[in-house]
């Protein structure tokens, strides 16, 4: 690997730009590839180019055999975006955690006292209202949203605008009873009941968890899962090497 | 993905630092295997580790090839399983069987 294609890839990956890196086993001549580009000693080979934004639109990385080259497509995609709403004590447990899971994590509430450095140290923290800091950061289908304000006029907006949106989770605190009364004040704003089933709640995965670090153990647990279920049905069947 | 940009940027700074480097990275598997293909080990010249191409049972003998490969500066293509009796003594307990490509960085 030259040191140019390890700060390519350090770049790409700080801008939320897809990439993947060809490596022709033979020599490690390389190509960087992106959906709209490709450079490096390799980025003629219009077969390799073909192949590497196949592998990227599945998310796959594989070796590939072309034409008796073999050559290492290794896909680079943005991390998994979670935003957490709702800077509580749920939030603290949840936010390193998830950091460590790998995803690129921000923390919105508009309340000053909550969303403080203090509490959550290292953490991107947004002190705007959801919708608000939603439309500036763009949701998109690698996004998860978390709601855990337990607060009707923090929670209910922030849903609403996940629910337009293509994020591939949707998660909000609350009891069963809090999460109906959610659904009916969602529907009076004009949410259908197919929609709002988009919506995970009570959120995570029931495996008792009491604590704020079991209650986002729990959480994280169901994000793991849809996300892999997701992955899975685009990948389709995995095919073996020959 | 965390531990891909862990071992890039750990690579990037041993880079800096002066330090030898070469990259390790899972490139086909079959049947079951520990980590998944993309998985990569960083290795610099005094075999200090970052990342991870299995649970443990081949990173020495990968790191052996890293040095090497750090010296020599030509890239590798090595099989790991329990079919290559060669392998057995660093193979895979869990059955599985994954090629790995070691490389030099810079």
């Known amino acids: 690997m030259k040191i140019e294609t390890l700060a390519a890839l350090q770049d790409s990956r700080t801008k939320r730009r897809a990439v993947t890196l060809a490596t022709r086993l033979s020599d490690a001549a390389e190509a960087l590839v992106y959906l709209d580009g490709a450079t490096g000693a390799l980025a003629g080979d219009t077969a390799i180019l073909s192949a590497a934004r196949r592998a990227m639109a599945i998310g796959r990385s594989e070796t590939v055999d072309l034409g008796g080259q073999k050559v290492f497509l290794n896909v680079y995609v943005p991390p998994a975006r979670l935003i957490i709403v709702g800077a509580v004590h749920i939030a603290q447990s949840l936010a390193p955690m998830a950091t460590l899971l790998g995803f690129d994590v921000t923390v919105v509430d508009p309340r000053g006292a909550w969303a403080t450095d203090n509490r959550f140290p290292g953490m991107k923290i947004i002190q705007d209202w959801a919708d608000e800091a939603f439309q500036a950061m763009g949701l998109d289908v690698s996004t998860a949203v978390v709601t855990l304000t337990h607060d009707p006029k923090l929670d209910d907006p922030a849903l609403e605008a996940a629910l337009k949106s293509d994020v591939f989770y949707i998660g909000a605190l609350g009891s069963r009873r809090t999460h109906a009364k959610r659904k009916e004040r969602l529907a009076e704003a004009g949410i259908t009941e197919e929609q709002f089933a988009r919506v995970h709640g009570p959120v995570g995965l029931n495996i008792g968890a009491k604590s704020p670090a079991e209650i986002a153990v729990s959480i994280l647990g169901q994000i793991i899962e849809v996300k892999a279920r997701r992955l899975e049905a685009l990948a389709g069947p995995k095919v073996v090497a020959a | ?106």
């Open chain 2, 1 to 106: 993905m965390s531990d891909a940009l862990e071992v890039l940027n750990q690579v990037g700074k041993w880079k800096a630092s002066g330090k030898g480097v070469a990259v390790a990275t899972v490139i086909t598997t079959w049947g079951s295997s520990p980590r998944p293909v993309g998985s990569q080990l960083g290795v610099d010249d005094s075999g200090a580790m970052v990342g991870s191409v299995s649970g443990g049972c081949i990173e020495g003998a990968v790191v052996q090839e890293a040095l090497a490969a750090i010296k020599d500066g030509k890239p590798r293509l090595l099989d790991f399983g329990v079919t290559d009796e060669q392998a057995w003594d660093v193979g895979l307990a869990c059955g599985g069987k994954v090629q790995v490509f070691v490389e030099k960085v810079g």
